[in-house]
Nanobody
Framework: QMQLVESGGGLVQAGGSLRLSCEASGRIFGAYAMGWFRQAPGKEREFVAAITWSGAYYADSVKGRFTVSRDNTKNTFDLQMNSLKPEDTAVYYC?????????????????WGQGTQVTVSS
């Protein structure tokens, strides 16, 4: 079992930066993937970024602006978000999985945080 808790959301102006952090209660050392997803009002939850055994991966919409990282010693993984846009406004969720597979699939992650709101004003 793993419990995840996000922090770091908030309100920021367009062009600004935020850093989200996800703290895991269990060890993340053996986890195949740690992911970030987001859900805007009226939309489905979508993949943002993931860090796996083989590297980091990003949705096209955030590539070059967001950076995902993990610290196995602290059991945390972060999402640095730069050059934020109003369309980045959403509730952001961290997620984790031990099994390999499609790192971008919402359905394949069994462990989720409660979500943190990110609002980008224009």
């Amino acid at each position: 079992q793993m419990q995840l808790v996000e922090s770091g959301g908030g309100l920021v102006q367009a062009g600004g930066s935020l850093r989200l952090s996800c703290e895991a209660s269990g060890r993340i050392f053996g986890a195949y993937a740690m992911g970030w997803f987001r859900q805007a009002p009226g939309k489905e939850r979508e993949f943002v970024a993931a860090i796996t055994w083989s590297g980091a991966y990003y949705a096209d919409s955030v590539k070059g602006r967001f950076t995902v990282s993990r610290d196995n010693t602290k059991n945390t993984f972060d999402l640095q978000m730069n050059s934020l846009k109003p369309e980045d406004t959403a509730v952001y969720y961290c997620a984790a999985r031990y099994s390999s597979g499609n790192y971008g699939s919402v359905d394949e992650y069994p462990y989720w945080g409660q979500g943190t709101q990110v609002t980008v004003s224009s």
